[in-house]
């Protein structure tokens, strides 16, 4: 089974800044198969990226995914008050299965 | 609109079962398979299992095996999901999530249900 190690574990940051969160797999991963997810207190995650790369319907261009192989990266250009939240990344590993990431918490500083 | 809608927070004892709904409407119900994951308290996110409704195939988490079971109604567009002899660590948030089928052509949660508390207490 593929494990997915995120860093930093929190990130604070004020608004406007750059955020640079950080997915890391223990074999490679295909991109294809390589998502990401934004979730606030209280309510269920959201689809920000999928396919490393591709913006889910309704998300803002200030959030990008990037990264082949073992390394995948999600951005966040100009942090905006809303866009303080846990981030999770999560893998399709074949045959129907899927794994998540442990998370980076984006605060405000 | 498309949504997810789940059923309401549950309390059940060590031991008991519970059986969480998750109804689908605003697309064609057996054109995405249902994810279910799960969050226990301050925790991240866990893959409990998937159910095609198209076939009814399953695939479960390891660590599940042998005690949930995901069915569909496909004549309610609804998905369940039932998990026997619980324990204290079952108490979580449980969400429900689609994905297109085939999932290999965009293998990501694009639609969530807005949760279910489970909490088990004696």
């Known amino acids: 089974e593929i494990v997915l190690t995120q860093s930093p574990g929190t990130l604070s940051l004020s608004p406007g800044e750059r955020a640079t969160l950080s997915c890391r797999a223990s074999q490679s991963v295909t991109s294809s198969y390589l998502a990401w997810y934004q979730q606030k207190p209280g309510q269920a995650p959201r689809l920000l990226i999928y396919g490393a790369s591709a913006r889910a319907t309704g998300i803002p261009d200030r959030f990008s995914g990037s990264g082949s192989g073992t390394d995948f990266t999600l951005t966040i250009s100009r942090l905006e008050s809303e866009d303080f939240a846990v981030y999770y990344c999560?893998?399709?590993?074949?045959?129907?299965?899927?794994?998540f990431g442990q998370g980076t918490k984006v605060e405000i500083k | 609109q498309v949504q997810l809608v789940q059923s309401g927070a549950e309390v059940k004892k060590p031991g008991a079962s519970v059986k969480v709904s998750c109804k689908a409407s605003g697309y064609g119900f057996t054109s995405y398979g249902i994810s279910w994951v799960r969050q226990a308290p301050g925790q991240g996110l866990e893959w409990m299992g998937w159910i095609s409704p198209y076939n009814g195939n399953t695939k479960y988490a390891e660590n599940l095996q042998g005690r949930v079971t995901m069915t569909t109604a496909t004549s309610t567009s609804t998905v369940y999901m039932e998990l026997r002899s619980l324990r204290y660590d079952d108490t979580a948030v449980y969400f429900c999530?689609?994905?297109?089928?085939?999932?290999?052509?965009?293998?990501?949660?694009?639609?969530w249900g807005q949760g279910t508390m489970v909490t088990v207490s004696s």
């Open positions: 999560q893998q399709y590993g074949g045959s129907l299965t899927w794994t």
């Open positions: 999530a689609r994905a297109v089928i085939p999932v290999a052509t965009k293998p990501a949660f694009d639609i």
